[in-house]
């Protein structure tokens, strides 16, 4: 007979999901989305750019579903995105049990909660490595509130994700188009049409929750801040949602949310002075140095000691541990003080922008993420080597939406 302590380690790996009410449950799923999708395009058929919905919506769900297979078929229902919706399975077990124990689950903090108290054979127990991280965790407890009309599908409900996601997407295509600095088909290939964002960044998973997140974040940060809208109560409670989704998942993403908006911020004061050279050049000495002196404060605190304890853990996880396979690397010994922290700047941020390298990358789960490594160093070579360098550099100061995005880039690279 198992006990607790033993039933608690004992995860049901032998899932259905090709059974005949979750087929069903896909398709009527799949054709109300693309219902509702129509809808909102026939609603917005006067805004031109508006055509790139449904393709967007379709390239999503389509590499959404190319996910979900893979990680039925090739990692044999492992990963975490399955034990994300293992979670939200066992949380809607819970409900139906007693929807006071489910509710108790979703707001107890993590020092409050035990798989032993709320959950027994009947409810099934959460895998224990989603449930022991909190923010793993947080993520099961989303996708909880979907298992209500999904049938509890795994597919219905990432394809569910990969809606909202592409609906993210387009307040952040709105946002960037508004600023008039691209033209509409490269704005749409650069946020709708990228083949391993949709594929990783699109179903049950932490990144698409952040990605959801910082869409809505920049979207409604900029209605407040914008000298040309007002802003409502709306704009606030979102912005205030998205912050505390974020802070339960990757708080650093704040910091690479946040830290940007100084910089472009320095920007538009720039511009209120571009005649006066005096006011112009004091205004950005004055920020940039209020920057510099925050980043050595910030280094001072506990918050940069958990940061930097969390990197160090990291980084040597990926230099020693065998079961990542060769799918690792690693930016070899690092000292973990601010000034080593500074001199592994360029190789951090070499390896966050554009690695996997194309030759690192020769095997099926990375190999879309190599060929784009490789369009991204032709793209950014073409810059660098472009006679027309200084204009494009002076263009980019002079906006402060990509004044934000380039050290967004940096800073989320690091």
Sequence with gaps: MNTPEAASVIIDRNYEFFSALDIIATFLGVSIILVLAYVRRRRNKEKEY????????????????????????????????????????KLNNLFWKDPFLYFQELFNGAEL??????????????????????????????????TFFTFKGYILMSIIFSFIT??????????????????????????????????????????????V???????????????????????????????YVILQVRSFMLVVLIVPLLFAYT?????????????????????YSVGIVAVFI????????????????????????????????SLGEIDYSPIGMVMAMPASIMAGIYKPFIWE???????????ESLVLLFFTARFIFSPKLRSRIARIRKQEFLVYAFFFVLILAY
């Design 50 to 89: 508006y055509k790139y919905y449904i393709p967007a919506l379709l390239f999503k769900m389509t590499f959404v579903l190319a996910n979900c297979l893979f990680y039925i078929i090739v990692y044999k229902v492992g990963g975490d995105s399955i034990g994300y919706w293992d979670g939200a399975v």
């Design 113 to 146: 909660r035990s798989v032993h108290i709320n959950f027994d054979a009947s409810t099934g127990y959460p895998d224990g490595n989603i449930y022991r991280e909190s923010e793993s965790f947080f993520i099961s407890k989303i996708a909880s509130f979907f």
């Design 166 to 211: 592409t609906n993210a997407s387009m307040r952040l295509f709105e946002l960037v188009k508004s600023y008039k600095l691209h033209s509409d088909w490269h704005l749409a290939l650069a946020i709708f049409f990228i083949p391993s964002l949709s594929f990783w960044c699109g179903g049950i998973s932490k990144d698409t929750v952040i990605f």
């Design 213 to 243: 997140s910082l869409c809505f974040f920049l979207h409604n940060l900029y209605q407040i801040l914008s000298l040309h809208k007002r802003s409502n109560w709306k704009n606030w409670l979102a912005l205030l949602l998205c912050m």
């Design 267 to 287: 920007t538009r004061l720039v511009k209120k002075f571009k005649h006066r050279r005096f006011e112009r050049n004091f205004v950005r000495f004055f920020f």
């Design 298 to 329: 910030f280094f001072q605190t506990s918050v940069a000691d958990s940061f930097l304890t969390e990197a160090a853990v990291i980084n040597q996880d990926m230099t020693t541990n065998t079961t990542y396979g060769t799918n690792r690397y």
């Design 361 to 371: 990358a020769l095997n099926v789960s990375l190999f879309l993420n190599g060929i």
